[in-house]
């Protein structure tokens, strides 16, 4: 045996042996004599920067002078190495220690990147922009300089070159065509150039078919007044609120008609912009502890933002929220040393703005949390000490900030990376001092505190000119806003609902599946309170069942045909429209007088259910599941009729009765797994230390070792055909149930990185299946037909998953 004080050193790299592709390792070892002798010695290596196992080296060579050559290595890439010691008599099962973890070690950098961008999603976000995500490929063979994206359609093209260091996993192309296809190609770029394509297909959407042609209604705020003024300039407006202190903010939420007003007594109001009604107050200077300020709706999430001035030895400014009906506030964020002079939520996209003299400022509304918690700091999207108050364009995900040192409006992306100049084709511009911004169909309408401005566009001449409104207000003016649906819009999905599956019972079906992925650049704030449909379509007859109106992530399907064959699919949708349908999951139902059930062990004890874990029962309560005081839990289950053979984690095996909920603990120990020949009545099990399969009779009686010589991970029996099927931790194998007629269904090398993971009997169609998980392909699910002499298997689900159910 081998002592566990006999625990080697780490290897360390040998000097001036690293290159791009290999290395040389130095290990003194251990004393061979005082562990026993016998041992053999091998290589393991991990990367460092990927969720890996260890692996054995297949490329290494030992030296005298104890040196080991590793070669064959990815160059530029991060590993650890250590060594395993393993008996050479039991080399089929081994027992091994491993030596202490080298410290990281990174070979050089040599050639082109030899691994591709993996392309996350690609979607049409609408009939002119295609947005893409993508993660690095593990192997850039060099420091990585850039992505290259490229698009290309049938007479249009674009290529973007995304510095490494701006760390973005996200593009949008935009000034693309309607109902087009592109591709879409990202590639790494190292300093030797780049390497191979990740690419997709992208299909933008038909151009609408009718455009919003809705007039703006304007919402004028003066330092006493709020006026609803039409666009038509000649018109006169109407006053929907009066003050006799001075107003400091306004806000406006379209699809209630509801108005904001915060005033210099330190009230915030709430109004009707319909009617005159009397104000209602929803803050009042004993409530809060600063002063209102600006203020922005939440129109989706039903928040009101509010900057206020705290007055404390210094003044201190801070960004409050609340309900509609001013319950509910807290702190968004905190501890402004200089004032912002403008705030703008946008729950569409998911984040908080605002604009002092450092610049433009975001938080992804996903991290207020009474207060901006420790870790988290607002990002600085745009340096500049001359921005003016700002406007969001949600649905084309950029910010319109007047630069009054240029005189010009410019667009801003959400994360900053992109400004463009909107107004360079402006007959004599007036975007200096804007106070509050606006746009509606393109235009913009904005103050600078003394009057009211609006633009033009002239077609001929490509230009935009600015004209003033009439000056009604008898004072200065404070905002600009906009009544109109499109100034406050209802997200449609971009991207279908994910990992839809399904379990089905004789008549129902329980469907679950993920939210809608957001679109790259979208904050985790982003509203996603979806309402989705689910379609339900039994393939024999082509009858179709449509349920809406469904919140949360599952439902319920009722009044399925027994036996048939169903397929599945979600889309979400809002009052806006509807997304993509996710991919279908297809399942058949069970039928009439099969009564399934599901055993599973839980923190209540052993639970049973039906298929869709509906009608659940307690078959063993927590507090029987114990051993001289000591609980212990249930890794294995089998039954036949009322008794169930339980196997503990602590390797004993117990007999409980449902019917007179006996429990009796069986004279037989070292169990890891265990199955019932129900049609001759024996026990098998899988034995962990002798590493054999063994049976007996249904008490425990006559106990018989099989020929079968494995560490069993998994047992299954097959009663009607008279097979016995185990795993191990690298195969799948098939036996007679007398232990005859041995034969793989699946085998791996011990050490490659690879492990069976679940296996599972189809009895009724005759095919057993069983997933293998590798860092290579990730976690597949293979299945191979129980009636074929040479077995063959196949793969059925090539993509990753992370579990898998077959329910008898």
């Keep these: 045996m081998i002592l566990l004080d006999c625990i080697p050193p780490a290897p360390a790299l040998v000097a001036d042996s690293l290159t791009a592709t290999s290395l040389r390792l130095e290990w003194n070892g251990i004393d061979i004599e005082r562990c026993g002798g016998g041992l053999s010695y091998l290589v393991q290596w991990k990367y460092e920067e990927l969720a890996e196992t260890w692996q054995y080296c297949r490329n290494q060579s030992w030296a005298e002078n104890d040196q080991i050559l590793v070669q064959n290595l990815q160059p530029y890439t991060k590993y650890r190495f250590r060594v395993a010691l393993l008996l050479k008599s039991t080399q089929h099962n081994p027992e091994l220690i491993v030596s202490a973890p080298s410290v990281v070690i990174r070979t050089l950098a040599a050639g082109l990147p030899t691994s591709a961008p993996v392309i996350v999603r690609a979607v049409a976000v609408d009939s002119c922009r295609a947005s893409v995500s993508w993660e690095p490929g593990p192997f850039p063979n060099g420091p990585l300089l850039s992505y290259v994206l490229r698009l290309q359609g049938v007479d249009h093209s674009q290529l973007k070159d995304i510095p490494a260091s701006e760390n973005t996993d996200h593009y949008m192309f935009q000034n693309l065509k309607p109902n087009k296809n592109y591709s879409i190609s990202v590639t790494m770029r190292n300093g030797v150039g780049e390497g191979p394509l990740a690419i997709t297909c992208v299909t933008t959407t038909p151009e609408p078919a009718v455009k919003d ?245 002239h077609l001929g001449q490509n230009r935009y000119f600015h004209n003033a409104y009439p000056d009604r207000s008898n004072g200065s003016f404070v905002s600009v806003n906009v009544l109109m649906d499109a100034s406050q819009p209802v997200p449609v999905p971009v991207n279908p609902p994910t990992g839809v599956q399904a379990v089905l019972g004789m008549e129902r079906a329980k469907v679950s599946w993920q939210a809608p992925h957001l679109l790259g650049g979208q904050g985790k704030g982003a509203w996603q309170n979806w309402s989705y449909e689910l379609e339900i379509k039994d393939e024999s007859t082509g009858e179709t069942i449509h349920q809406k109106d469904i919140s949360g992530s599952s439902h319920t399907v009722h009044n399925l045909q027994e036996k048939s ?99 009796t603990k069986m004279n037989i120990h070292s169990v890891g797994s265990i199955a019932v020949d129900w049609i001759s009545k024996k026990l098998y099990w899988a034995n962990p230390k002798q590493q054999i399969i063994t049976r007996a009779n249904l008490n425990g009686s006559h106990q018989e070792p099989m020929s079968i010589l494995a560490i069993v991970k998994e047992l299954i029996i097959d009663s009607l055909e008279a097979y016995l099927y185990w795993s191990t931790g690298h195969a799948v194998e098939v036996a007679r149930l007398n232990g005859q007629d041995r034969r793989y269904y699946h085998s791996d090398e011990i050490f490659n990185g690879k492990q069976v993971m679940g296996l599972t009997l189809d009895t009724e169609n005759r095919y057993i299946y069983w997933i293998v998980r590798s860092y290579e392909s990730g976690s597949i699910v293979y299945r191979a037909p129980t009636s074929e002499r040479i077995s063959i298997s196949q793969k059925i689900v090539p993509e990753k998953v992370s579990i898998f159910f077959f329910f008898l």
């Design 565 to 663: 064959e169903y397929s599945i699919k979600a889309a979400a949708y809002t009052s806006a429209g509807r997304g993509p349908w996710s991919t279908e999951f297809r399942g058949r139902t069970l039928r009439h007088g099969s009564h399934a059930s599901i055993l599973w062990s839980a923190n209540e004890g052993l639970l049973k259910s039906d298929v869709t874990g509906e009608n659940i029962d307690t078959l063993i309560y927590k507090a029987s599941l114990k051993e001289r005081e000591v609980d212990y839990h249930i890794v294995d289950v089998s039954w036949y009729k009322d008794v169930l053979y339980i196997v503990g984690n602590n390797s004993a095996l117990y007999q409980y009765n449902i019917t007179s909920h006996q429990k």
């Design 213 to 457: 042609t809705q007039q703006p209604i304007l919402i004028l705020g003066g330092q006493h007044v709020v006026m609803k003024q039409d666009a038509d300039m000649l018109d006169d407006p109407s006053v929907v609120y009066e003050n006799k202190s001075t107003i400091r903010g306004i806000a406006i939420h379209v699809a209630s008609a509801q108005l904001f007003i915060s005033d210099s007594l330190g009230y915030v109001y709430r109004t009707s912009i319909t009617k005159r009604t009397k104000p209602t107050v929803i803050l009042s200077p004993s409530q809060v502890n600063f002063k209102p300020l600006s203020l922005s709706v939440d129109w989706l999430n039903l928040h009101l933002y509010i900057l206020g001035e705290v007055k404390h030895a210094t003044t201190v400014w801070q960004i409050a929220r609340c309900n509609l009906d001013g319950r509910g506030l807290t702190v968004a964020v905190a501890g402004f040393l200089t004032r912002p002079t403008h705030i703008e939520v946008d729950p569409y996209n998911g984040y908080l703005f605002w604009v002092t003299r450092g610049g433009l400022y975001r938080l992804d509304l996903a991290d207020i949390s009474n207060g901006v918690k420790h870790e988290v700091q607002p990002y600085l999207i745009l340096e500049d000490v001359n921005l003016g108050a700002f406007t969001v364009d949600h649905t084309n995900f950029r910010l319109l900030v007047p630069h009054h040192i240029q005189n010009t409006v410019i667009s801003v992306s959400l994360d900053g990376r992109e400004v463009l100049d909107l107004r360079a084709n402006t007959q004599q511009p007036k975007f200096k001092n804007v106070v509050s911004l606006a746009m509606v169909n393109g235009l913009f309408y904005w103050t600078n505190g003394e009057e009211v401005l609006i633009e033009g566009y």
